[in-house]
């Protein structure tokens, strides 16, 4: 059975920084492209980040990029998005998200696919 279950969420004052953490389990975490998705409230789920199934390569949504940085961690099944220098707009639940890397073209996943973690609540605010 495919788990994901975030962590590391919280009130964070503008400026401030959090690591959010989703440990896996259930499934070959290694045979994955594993996403950071965040949805503010009355918005849309975005992607923010993806990493390869070797941490070899990421990618950012371009308003993330140089703020944030997504990690992984094999050997304990973890994957980790760094928020630095967080704003306002940044407060959402934020979703990890495991995709199997044969749905995928190199970092790029049909947007639906895979197993979502239960999401860890951001607030930025003073």
């Known amino acids: 059975q495919v788990q994901l279950v975030e962590s590391g969420g919280g009130l964070v004052q503008p400026g401030g920084s959090l690591r959010l953490s989703c440990a896996a389990s259930?499934?070959?975490?290694?045979?994955?492209?594993m996403r950071w998705y965040r949805q503010a409230p009355g918005k849309e789920r975005e992607l923010v980040a993806a990493i390869s199934r070797d941490g070899g390569s990421t990618n950012y949504a371009d308003s993330m990029k140089g703020r944030f940085t997504i990690s992984i961690n094999n050997a304990k099944n973890t994957v980790y998005l760094q928020l630095n220098s967080l704003k306002p707009e940044d407060t959402a639940v934020y979703y990890c998200?495991?995709?199997?890397?044969?749905?995928?073209?190199?970092?790029?996943?049909?947007?639906?696919?895979?197993?979502w973690g239960q999401g860890t609540q951001v607030t930025v605010s003073s």
């Open positions: 259930g499934f070959t975490f290694s045979r994955s492209v």
């Open positions: 998200n495991a995709v199997a890397y044969y749905y995928c073209s190199g970092l790029v996943c049909p947007p639906t696919t895979g197993s």
